[in-house]
């Protein structure tokens, strides 16, 4: 499963910067006129220098004890286990399990 987190700043933004900066401008003007903390101008600048590409890298999360497709398999095979039981199946506890359920939005409601 992956996916970007990036939530703080555009991608056009982030070129408005680099091309105000490429201009002769500061680091201090640059933060005040777009109002962007020091640190993020030299990460951007740092990696615009290296790669050429200001675009974050997509984040790739492993599932640590619970593989999703596993899980679901078996919830299917014994839809009335408690979550104590999926996780003593699992080698977690309980709560782990929850979590995953949580994650991949499966409820435990009986009909």
């Not at 777009?34 to 492993?62: H, I, M, N, P």
Request: with cysteine; net charge positive; hydrophobic share 35%.
């Amino acid at each position: 499963m992956c996916y970007n987190i990036n939530m703080a700043y555009s991608i056009d933004l982030r070129k408005k910067v680099i091309e105000y900066l490429s201009k002769g401008n500061s680091q201090r003007q640059a933060q005040k006129v777009f109002g962007v903390s020091r640190s993020a101008l030299k990460a951007w600048q740092k990696k615009y220098k290296q790669t050429g590409d200001l675009k974050d890298k997509e984040l790739c999360r492993k599932f640590k004890k619970l593989d999703p497709e596993k899980l679901l398999s078996y919830v299917r095979e014994h839809p009335s286990a408690y979550l104590k039981e999926i996780g003593e199946a699992f080698g977690c506890s309980g709560m782990a399990v929850l979590k995953a359920f949580r994650r991949l939005n499966i409820t435990r409601k009986k009909n």
